[in-house]
Every structure is written in structure tokens, then in C-alpha cells.
């Protein structure tokens, strides 16, 4: 794996050099596209709106309108904007990784010491463990501010960006009833399935079946076959009591 930023972790006084590398891949697949007439691939240029002529990359730069006019930006500007946090991921907190709402979860990144025998980075993987708390930090990578925890995975630490609090969206605008009467027997029979489908989690157990059905769908169009797919409609009920379909889900799983 090749890194993608280089710095420290900040840890009270203690500084733990680390390298980061993307912890996630992309299983969907690569699709190009294609000028349906003779499918040579569409490249797109970056284009001068006024002069129509293509812009070479390094002419290039970065700006903000402000007035009608734009304030172009350098890269020592963004380093500047924030320059304590450009090459340190500092803990400010400690957190119950519980606490975190999913929806705050974007990318994580798996974090390496530099060295092998780092005994700052080995205390701190320990200590998250034993303590059932996660880190939460801040830091810049490729020109934007990060929030992030840092967490334990085995004897790894793994910094995941989660988003600002103002990135989500209230549900204000949702029209949906928040006053809707459910009776203790529904409630009952809606836990009782929630208990009979439990498990732990595993996720090695589910995998990307639509980019693998995709591929296979590609593969035999290569060879000028058409695969006949099963077309699956949307599932209805006949039965609008909403515990008699709760106990018929669970009469189901008996069954199964």
C-alpha cells in the first residue's frame, strides 16, 4: 500500500509518528464511457469559458468569488488557514465509540507507526481497548479540515473522518408522524422478531451481488450471449393487520 499523508498523532504530550493509507477499496466496477458510433472513450477537457481553448494543468489554480471577483488561492494559503493541524491528527477528546450516530461515519484510514516497535502507538491501541473509548481529532488532509475518531482494530489504529454536525441535514422537513399509536401487543411481536433474527455481526457474510451479477451479465455479452436474469416485483401483502403480518414473519423463520 502506498501512504497518503504523513505526520503525527498528538496524545497528551506524546507524539506518535504515522503514516495513513486508505483502509477502503471500491468494489463497483470501472465503466468507461463511449461515443456509442464507433466506442472510442469521451475525454473531457478543461476548457477556458471565454477563450474555449484547452487550459493546460499547470496553469490551473484555485479560487473563491467574493464581490463579482475571484481571490485565488495558493497552496501555502490553505497550509497557512490552519497550519497546527497540517501534519498533526491531535486528540482533544475521548469518546464512547457507542455515542458515534452512523450517519456521521465517511472514510477511514488504517494508521502505521514509524517503526515497527513503536511503544507510544502499542499504549494507545491498548489503552482505547481496555477503556472502550475512541479519540476525537481534527486535522487537514488535501486542503480540508477532517473530524475524526480514532478507534482499535485489533492491533491497529484506525482514524475514521466523520462529519461536522452542520453537515446533517435536520428531519424538520420529514413528513412523518411522530404521534402514532402502537399498541403493546404490536410492540411485543415486532421485539420478539427482532430477537428471533439477531445475530452477531459479520460482515464477511454479505457481498457486492450486483456488480458480480454486472460482470457476469459483461462476460457473456463478450461472448455474444444474453444471460436470462429473473426479474424479482415488489413484495405485497393481502393482510393490512400489521400483527397478524408480525406473526406470520415470525411463524416464517420457525419454518425456515
Not at 422537513?173 to 411481536?189: F, G, Q, R, V, Y
Request: with cysteine; glycine share 4%.
Amino acid at each position: 500500500m502506498r501512504s497518503i499523508w504523513k505526520g503525527s498523532i498528538g496524545f497528551g504530550l506524546v507524539s506518535i509518528p504515522i503514516k495513513l493509507y486508505s483502509a477502503v477499496q471500491s468494489s463497483s466496477l470501472e465503466l468507461d464511457m463511449l461515443d456509442s458510433r464507433d466506442h472510442a472513450r469521451i475525454r473531457y477537457q478543461r476548457v477556458n469559458e471565454n477563450t474555449h481553448k484547452e487550459v493546460p494543468y499547470e496553469k490551473i489554480v484555485k479560487g473563491y468569488k467574493l464581490d463579482d471577483e475571484y481571490v485565488v488561492l495558493e497552496e501555502r494559503d490553505f497550509e497557512d488557514a490552519a497550519p497546527e493541524k497540517s501534519k498533526v491528527i491531535e486528540i482533544e477528546s475521548f469518546v464512547n465509540l457507542s455515542e458515534v450516530n452512523p450517519m456521521f461515519y465517511e472514510t477511514s484510514y488504517y494508521t502505521e507507526p514509524d517503526t515497527k516497535t513503536n511503544k507510544a502507538y502499542a499504549l494507545l491501541v491498548e489503552a482505547l481497548k481496555k477503556s472502550g473509548k475512541a479519540g476525537l481529532a481534527r486535522f487537514v488532509l488535501r486542503n480540508n479540515e477532517n473530524l475524526c475518531i480514532i478507534h482499535p482494530l485489533h492491533h491497529v489504529l484506525v482514524v475514521t473522518n466523520i462529519r461536522f454536525g452542520q453537515e446533517i441535514r435536520s428531519t424538520d422537513e420529514l413528513n412523518i408522524d411522530d404521534d402514532i399509536n402502537i399498541s403493546k401487543k404490536e410492540l411485543d411481536m415486532g421485539l420478539a422478531l427482532i430477537k428471533q433474527c439477531e445475530e452477531k455481526f459479520d460482515v464477511s457474510k454479505f457481498h457486492d451481488d450486483y456488480h458480480e451479477e454486472l460482470l457476469k451479465i459483461i462476460q457473456a455479452k463478450a461472448k455474444g450471449k444474453r444471460p436470462t436474469i429473473k426479474k424479482l416485483k415488489p413484495r405485497t401483502t393481502k393482510n393490512n393487520d400489521l400483527y397478524d403480518q408480525l406473526m406470520q414473519s415470525l411463524n416464517a423463520k420457525k419454518g425456515a
